[in-house]
């Protein structure tokens, strides 16, 4: 079976830096791009970037370029997301999806990580 | 950056009613539009795919149309596990984007 296995929930102060994790469970992910997508508390889908599993390609929205990192380990079909330096307006539920091509939807979603940033 | 705007924002519906979704693109794009439903505490479910494709283990009752800049999301006869919100997304060019959502509640 198909899964995206996402990292748990993480409480973190503002300033530090935090890295949350997605793995391709049941396949693997080396020929599938994996997205990014946050939901701030009770708001909509906001799409953050995309790597592709292969060769790292990544691309990001202008949103987000600079304020998050995204990359891969192929070897070991999991991507990530990783911040140097949290803001409380980080606080969110951040999902991982799985696209075939650049031009496709979204087909298989993770569980979903929430990270919470308060002092 | 393709801007989408989904009406309404919220609808109030009973059930076995006929559900009409649209979502507007800023510019031209396509058929690179999909259609997700996202219940309460639970990860986003793509239930249309290319404007109009159908999806195996989605109810027929859910259905889509449309191209270019214009686009529709119908749910006929509506059921009470249908509350949820549902999202538009264009992946015809990078940033992906979508739309603000439409959350569906039944009476």
């Known amino acids: 079976e198909v899964q995206l296995v996402q990292s748990g929930a993480e409480v973190k102060k503002p300033g530090e830096s935090l890295k949350i994790s997605c793995k391709g469970s049941g396949h693997r992910l080396n020929n599938y791009w994996i997205g990014w997508v946050r939901q701030m508390p009770g708001k909509g889908l906001e799409w953050m970037g995309i790597i592709y599993l292969g060769d790292s390609d990544t691309r990001y929205s202008p949103s987000f370029q600079g304020q998050v990192t995204i990359f891969a380990d192929k070897s070991i079909s999991t991507a990530y997301l990783q911040w140097s330096s949290l803001k409380a307006s980080d606080t969110a539920m951040y999902y991982c999806a799985r696209m075939a091509t650049l031009t496709s939807n979204f087909d298989y979603w993770g569980q979903g990580t929430l990270v919470t940033v308060s002092s | 950056e393709i801007v989408l705007t989904q009406s309404p924002d919220f609808q109030s519906v009973t059930p076995k009613e006929k559900v009409t979704i649209t979502c507007r693109a800023s510019?031209?794009?396509?058929?690179?539009l999909h259609w997700y439903q996202q219940k309460p505490d639970q990860s986003p479910k793509v239930i249309i795919k290319?404007?109009?494709q159908s999806l195996s283990g989605v109810p027929s009752r859910f259905s889509g149309s449309g191209s270019g800049t214009d686009f529709t999301l119908t749910i006929n006869s509506l059921e009470a596990e249908d509350a949820a919100t549902y999202y538009c997304?264009?992946?015809?060019?990078?940033?992906?984007?979508f739309g603000q959502g439409t959350k569906l509640e039944i009476k």
């Open positions: 997304h264009q992946s015809s060019s990078l940033p992906h984007t």
């Open positions: 290319y404007a109009s």
């Open positions: 510019q031209s794009i396509g058929s690179s």
